[in-house]
């Protein structure tokens, strides 16, 4: 399984971005799908989640409300929106696949990572 997660950038506080991952090599509607985030000298933290079929989504406290999550089956993509951006919200984040369908918060539920794409939000 490949995971290819960009669009990632440099944006103000208060501005929104929308990264894409794309997979290929595996059938995409059995995969559930995460969102992960690492900043400079901090463990990898979940950010948002999203089930096979798209019914169930989960956020990070820190998140919700501000981040989207939703997935394209017929397009083989996953989505997160992410708005009203701090500059907390700086850290690389990476997209994740799940042969589960439960547990999506959970790191060690993911089979397949993409590499990261960059997200820095100034001040």
């Known amino acids: 399984v490949q995971l290819q997660a960009y669009g990632g950038g440099l944006v103000q506080a208060g501005g929104s971005l929308r990264l894409s991952c794309a997979a290929s090599g595996y059938t995409f509607s059995r995969l559930g799908m995460g969102w992960f985030r690492q900043a400079p000298g901090k463990e990898r933290e979940f950010v948002s989640a999203i089930s096979w079929g798209g019914a169930s989504t989960y956020y990070a406290n820190s998140v919700k409300g501000r981040f989207f999550i939703d997935r394209d089956n017929a397009k083989n993509m996953v989505y997160l929106q992410l708005n009203t951006l701090k500059p907390g919200d700086s850290a690389v984040y990476y997209c994740?696949?799940?042969?589960?369908?439960?547990?999506?918060?959970?790191?060690?539920?993911?089979?397949?990572w993409g590499q990261g794409t960059q997200v820095t939000v100034s001040s």
């Open positions: 994740a696949g799940s042969v589960e369908n439960y547990g999506l918060e959970s790191p060690g539920r993911y089979d397949f």
